[in-house]
């Protein structure tokens, strides 16, 4: 079955050029787009394998916006394709856990190792995530061994900062009361607001997205994708 992959790119004799590359190395053309708006409903109805992005688009979010957007309902592996070569642009890029990305102009064989190398690596991120709980934003959280992960990299949580993102995940998005999280994270014991509070706070400085929301005086919950 051949794959698909969806381009997004603003220079249309670019675009077409890589529509010829990819279907001459046997793939299937997905779709493309030049703008945010068409590229996230492109995307979404296609349904891709990979997605080769430009990350500078031209009276649009940049593709690096579109990436983090993306993440937040897919898991589909992004390959980032530019001509910039700042070091602030690529560590925004860096950031969305793409692939790999490749300098303008590149060479058919160096598109086929990026593809190649990138359908590998989403190949094998399935095969590893059969037991995680995807929490959006590319976050995932390990059933058994509950442990939080970025993409592949692992987050490091306390012990009771594991208990809290453990009982949320139980909960799958239903609001938990703060006096079960209390009661539970701390066996019983009694302890100021104040206390769940600062819980609260140390978990959501090692997220770069909000994952959780609080609801003032009752409890809090994960902000879940939509499926």
Not at 51 to 59: F, G, S, V
Not at 101 to 112: D, G
Not at 137 to 147: A, I, R, S, T, W
């Amino acid at each position: 079955m051949h794959k698909h992959i969806y381009i997004v790119e603003d220079e249309a004799i670019v675009a077409l050029e890589m529509k010829r590359a990819i279907e001459k190395l046997g793939y299937a053309f997905a779709g493309m787009a030049a703008n945010y708006d068409d590229a996230m409903r492109g995307i979404e109805e296609s349904s891709p394998d990979l997605i080769l992005m430009d990350i500078t688009l031209k009276y649009s979010k940049s593709g690096i916006e579109i990436a983090k957007d993306i993440h937040i309902k897919y898991t589909v592996p992004i390959i980032f394709l530019t001509s910039i070569t700042d070091e602030s642009t690529m560590y925004d890029a860096i950031a969305t856990n793409p692939i790999g990305y490749l300098l303008k102009p590149f060479r058919r064989e160096e598109l086929h190792s990026m593809i190649l190398l990138g359908l590998y690596k989403a190949s094998q991120q399935t095969l590893t995530r059969i037991d995680m709980f995807h929490l959006g934003h590319g976050y995932y959280y390990n059933l058994d061994e509950k442990l939080l992960f970025y993409g592949e990299k692992h987050i490091s949580l306390g012990k009771k900062e594991e208990k809290l993102l453990s009982l949320l995940v139980e909960a799958k998005g239903e609001v938990v009361p703060f006096k079960i999280l209390e009661d539970r994270i701390w066996d019983g014991e009694l302890v100021g607001q104040s206390a769940f509070r600062t819980l609260l706070y140390r978990l959501n400085l090692k997220l770069e997205y909000k994952l959780i929301e609080s609801i003032p005086t009752y409890g809090c919950r994960l902000l879940l994708p939509e499926n």
